[in-house]
Nanobody, 118 residues
Framework: QVQLVESGGGLVQAGGSLRLTCVAS?????MGWFRQAPGKEREFVAA????????YATDSVKGRFTVSRDNAKNTVYLQMNSLTPEDTAVYYC??????????????WGQGTQVTVSS
């Protein structure tokens, strides 16, 4: 059972930045970031392969969000820049077998709230 702990959420003004951190109890997993806004379904945000060499992001965050990882620390990051109110959501990190196979994400963190004010 992989334990995931997110941190770094908070309140920020539009145009600002936040960096989310997710620490895993063990490595060797692809890592993904997902978010869920009030009244909406959970959606994929970004993911990174085990090696760290391949990253993926949904179109709405490309050019603004960057996912990275430090395998020595079993930690994955989501750097979020140019935030807009539409980015307001609870952000979850998840561990899976294949970065691009959403159904493979079996382990989830508790989530961290990101609120962007206009």
């Amino acid at each position: 059972q992989v334990q995931l702990v997110e941190s770094g959420g908070g309140l920020v003004q539009a145009g600002g930045s936040l960096r989310l951190t997710c620490v895993a109890s063990e490595g060797s997993y692809a890592m993904g970031w997902f978010r869920q806004a009030p009244g909406k379904e959970r959606e994929f945000v970004a993911a990174i392969a085990v090696s760290g060499f391949s990253t993926y992001a949904t179109d709405s965050v490309k050019g603004r969000f960057t996912v990275s990882r430090d395998n020595a620390k079993n930690t994955v990051y989501l750097q979020m820049n140019s935030l807009t109110p539409e980015d307001t959501a609870v952000y979850y990190c998840a561990a899976g077998r294949v970065a691009t196979l959403l159904a493979s994400y079996n382990y989830w963190g508790q989530g961290t709230q990101v609120t962007v004010s206009s």
